[in-house]
T-cell receptor, first 112, second 115 residues
Framework: DQQVKQNSPSLSVQEGRISILNCDYTNSMFDYFLWYKKYPAEGPTFLISISSIKDKNEDGRFTVFLNKSAKHLSLHIVPSQPGDSAVYFCAARRGSQGNLIFGKGTKLSVKP | EPEVTQTPSHQVTQMGQEVILRCVPISNHLYFYWYRQILGQKVEFLVSFYNNEISEKSEIFDDQFSVERPDGSNFTLKIRSTKLEDSAMYFC?????????????FGPGTRLTVT
């Protein structure tokens, strides 16, 4: 039961260009969404989040967009840097339940 | 910057043995979690813990698993009799609160290998 889906296992982008990572969800009860970045042999690192009452949240080079009607969110990284190369996980949470439901991740490679 | 720490970084054990994975959450956090990631698969929730009791658990968290906060700083995950399929990365996480907009902060993980 994939409640959170990241359909692109990998993405390759040139340094300086925009990276767009996509995430779809099926559960309309989700009200909070997060993006985590993960390097090999490390734990997921929180990147940016968005509440379901918003449609955009921006933090520096990172912007998350939420389209509730389409049950879709995306993470934009601009400009992309080689240090952004990592696996990016989309996660969602429902109401007061604490557990995060993760997608399978998208491996981003930013080429110099 | 405060961080979640986990020990050991890698644990190798034989099938049927008990293992204890240890975590030190961020000191002012009140909610604690264990997740696991089997190689090549997604990160999966196991259990959440608050006020010295389990607040939520997944179907993965069966009777072979238990959690404990033995003192004011440590948070442990015990697997009573390990199986081959328990081999995974185990991540501990903590958060300040449960409701509202908050983030869970993850530790670096313990790689458990069951042979």
């Amino acid at each position: 039961d994939q409640q959170v889906k990241q359909n692109s296992p990998s993405l390759s982008v040139q340094e300086g260009r925009i990276s767009i990572l996509n995430c779809d969800y099926t559960n309309s009860m989700f009200d909070y969404f997060l993006w985590y970045k993960k390097y090999p042999a490390e734990g997921p690192t929180f990147l940016i989040s968005i509440s379901s009452i918003k449609d955009k949240n921006e933090d520096g080079r990172f912007t998350v967009f939420l389209n509730k009607s389409a049950k879709h969110l995306s993470l934009h990284i601009v400009p992309s840097q080689p240090g952004d190369s990592a696996v990016y996980f989309c996660a969602a949470r429902r109401g007061s339940q604490g557990n995060l439901i993760f997608g399978k991740g998208t491996k981003l490679s930013v080429k110099p | 910057e405060p961080e979640v720490t986990q020990t050991p970084s890698h644990q190798v054990t034989q099938m049927g043995q008990e293992v204890i994975l240890r975590c030190v959450p961020i000191s002012n956090h009140l909610y604690f979690y264990w997740y696991r990631q089997i190689l090549g698969q997604k990160v999966e929730f196991l259990v959440s813990f608050y006020n010295n009791e389990i607040s939520e658990k997944s179907e993965i968290f069966d009777d072979q698993f238990s959690v404990e906060r033995p003192d004011g700083s440590n948070f442990t995950l015990k697997i009573r009799s390990t199986k081959l399929e328990d081999s995974a990365m185990y991540f501990c996480a903590s958060s300040e609160r449960l409701a509202g907009n908050y983030e869970q902060y993850f530790g670096p993980g313990t790689r458990l290998t069951v042979t």
